[in-house]
Structure formats: structure tokens, C-alpha cells
């Protein structure tokens, strides 16, 4: 079955560079939600979107920004990074009346600040 | 604000043994949805088991089941017969229901589970 795509797996960029993270939902599915977890902790919820209109918003830092286009993939922007970024983005995608499936999550990226 | 705890940062057990980890949240609504994910060294996050809070009935899934206890907001993962493949850091999350302001999927802070061989 087709799962949730994340695009790249890792990222190494430098201080006060822009980052751009991809990913693509399961087909049918007209919600994506990102989470920043950095290490040894939980994930933090980012940002959601249902039907290319943002849902909710978290912990997003103004430096980030993000969108769902047509084909329902979506985009975390991230400029001026910072070491602190430095974390697994996961991506996840749902229908919105999902219940009791849940999410289903992408392998997600990881993000280096060096 | 709804809130996800899970008080043993790190517990270890036996292989073939049985394990539990402790979960308690906080709400105010009556039907919401509680899961646990497992994040194994790959840090996939993988769905374990699934609960809804109107359903009585402790949701079973193989080895692993939950203790569902509405009154006391707990919910709490049972490993039967650990296996070394189960090594991972549990999360327990919580989910209200569908149409409100948010899906979003709040999580606790995570137990590491080492399973000895």
C-alpha cells in the first residue's frame, strides 16, 4: 500500500540557509500535519492543512512557513535556520474524518544545522 | 488544553516476559481517541494499538492490549511475550474527536522499553 513520502530523508545545511521539506500524502487523504521532534523528545506539533487551507496551528516558528498545493502534497519552509532546528520533521496525513485510524506517519526527515 | 503523561521515562524486561507502561491524560471532552506508537532506533513512528473512549471494551492487538480506564484517565499498554524487536520508545497520544477545531495528535513524553535477552 502507498504510504506517506517524505523527501529528502536528510538534510545537512548551515546556519542562516533555507530548508525545504516535501511531503506527499496517501492518495485520498485531505490532511497533512508536521511535527518537529527533536532528540530524546516528543513530537511537537507544527502546522496542518485540510484541503490546502490551513487547520490548526502549533509551535511554528515565524522563520517557518508551509503550504498544501492541489495535488494535496505540502511544503515546510524553513529560512534562517538555526543549530536549534536541528531535528526529524515528520510528516503525516489523514482524512479529516480519519476517527479512530489515526495517522499514518512518513518516515520523516531529518534536518542537521551545523 | 488537553495534556498526555507518561510518568516512567525508561523501563526494561525480560524477553518473553510481560511489561506495562503507564499512561494518564487530561480532558474535558466525553469521546476522543487515545493511541500508542512505537519508535523503534529507526524513529518510523509506527501505530500500535487504538482506543475510543466511548468503546468499553480494552482494545486488543496481538501481544499488545490496553487497559482503558475512562473514570481515571489512564490508558495503559500491556506487552505480552516481549520480544527483542519490541525495543523502542513508546509514545501513548491523544486525539479528539473528528469535526472539533483541531485532529492534531498531542503526545506524552515517551518510555524507552529495553527488552534484555
Known amino acids: 500500500a502507498a504510504g506517506v513520502i517524505q523527501s529528502p530523508r536528510h538534510l545537512i545545511k548551515e546556519k542562516r540557509e533555507t530548508a525545504t521539506l516535501k511531503c506527499y500524502p496517501i492518495?485520498?487523504?485531505?490532511?497533512v500535519y508536521w511535527y518537529q521532534q527533536g532528540p530524546g523528545q516528543d513530537p511537537q506539533f507544527l502546522i496542518s492543512?485540510?484541503?490546502?487551507?490551513?487547520?490548526d496551528k502549533g509551535s511554528i516558528p515565524d522563520r517557518f512557513s508551509a503550504q498544501q498545493f492541489s495535488d494535496y502534497h505540502s511544503e515546510l519552509n524553513m529560512s534562517s535556520l538555526e543549530l536549534g532546528d536541528s531535528a526529524l520533521y515528520f510528516c503525516?496525513?489523514?482524512?479529516?474524518?480519519?476517527?479512530?485510524?489515526?495517522?499514518?506517519f512518513g518516515s520523516g526527515t531529518r534536518l542537521t544545522v551545523v | 488544553a488537553q495534556t498526555v503523561t507518561q510518568s516512567q521515562p525508561e523501563m526494561s524486561v525480560q524477553e518473553a516476559e510481560t511489561v506495562t507502561l503507564s499512561c494518564t491524560y487530561d480532558?474535558?471532552?466525553?469521546?476522543?481517541?487515545l493511541f500508542w506508537y512505537k519508535q523503534p532506533p529507526s524513529r518510523q513512528m509506527i501505530l500500535v494499538i487504538r482506543?475510543?473512549?466511548?468503546?468499553?471494551q480494552n482494545a486488543t492487538e496481538n501481544r499488545f492490549s490496553v487497559n482503558f480506564q475512562k473514570a481515571a484517565k489512564s490508558f495503559s499498554l500491556k506487552i505480552s511475550d516481549s520480544q527483542l524487536g519490541d525495543t523502542a520508545m513508546y509514545f501513548c497520544?491523544?486525539?479528539?474527536?473528528?469535526?472539533?477545531?483541531?485532529?492534531?495528535?498531542?503526545f506524552g513524553t515517551g518510555t524507552l522499553l529495553a527488552v534484555q535477552p
Open positions: 503525516a496525513s489523514s482524512s479529516l474524518m480519519a476517527g479512530l485510524y489515526g495517522y499514518t
Open positions: 492543512f485540510y484541503e490546502k487551507m490551513q487547520s
Open positions: 497520544a491523544f486525539r479528539s474527536p473528528d469535526g472539533g477545531a483541531t485532529n492534531k495528535l498531542i
Open positions: 492518495p485520498r487523504h485531505d490532511t
Open positions: 482506543q475510543e473512549a466511548y468503546k468499553q
Open positions: 480532558t474535558s471532552e466525553s469521546n476522543y481517541y
